[in-house]
């Protein structure tokens, strides 16, 4: 298994980058509890980490979305498939994603929350993958650029596995 793998952010630099992130996150929104969105199931490690370093009051809520069905390339549909259990209206929302890389799957969150009058609505994503961008998507905070490369590990899959790496890799075929 390992043999495919090339390690392209260790689990120390992760963690070093989520610290920043989290800093930067509150400084932006300063005695707000903020509606922390997490994009199952990819971005669920990411998330756990990311909210420990965020400082003061946060909420947690999850959105489940399909738009990769087992493969390296994307379907182009992206659809719900677990939504939030609580409205946000009115409330700071970030939105926790693994990977950026169409954008299809942003641009559709984006306007699918943006109309429940979310009082702020800002996007966070460990990866982003601006090469193979297809749409035009605000990502507020990116924890690292990469190329166009399918990469595994700390929530990102292929085919269910690899998830639970502690770093990133690219998956050589
Ligand atoms: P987009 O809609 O093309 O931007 O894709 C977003 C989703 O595709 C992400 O949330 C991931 O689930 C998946 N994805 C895109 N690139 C990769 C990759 O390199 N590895 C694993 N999953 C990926």
Do not use: W
Request: aromatic letters at 6%; hydrophobic letters at 45%; proline letters at 4%.
């Amino acid at each position: 298994m390992s043999a495919n793998l090339r390690v392209l952010f260790s689990a120390e630099q992760i963690a070093a980058r989520v610290a920043e992130l989290g800093r930067e996150i509150r400084a932006a929104h300063p005695d707000q509890t903020l509606t922390v969105i997490c994009v199952l199931k990819g971005s669920s490690l990411f998330m756990a980490d990311l909210v420990r370093a965020i400082p003061g009051d946060v909420r947690l809520e999850f959105l489940g979305v399909a738009s990769y069905h087992g493969g390296t390339s994307s379907s182009g549909a992206v659809q719900i498939t677990q939504d939030l259990r609580a409205s946000i209206e009115g409330q700071a929302c970030l939105i926790v994603e693994d990977i950026v890389d169409t954008g299809l799957t942003m641009d559709y969150l984006l306007r699918t929350l943006a109309v429940r009058g979310p009082r702020s609505l800002r996007v966070v994503s460990l990866l982003d993958k601006p090469g193979n961008r297809e749409i035009e998507v605000a990502v507020d905070y990116v924890g690292f650029t990469i190329p166009d490369e399918f990469v595994v590990g700390y929530g990102l899959d292929l085919g269910e596995l690899y998830r639970n790496l502690p770093y990133v890799a690219v998956y050589v075929p």
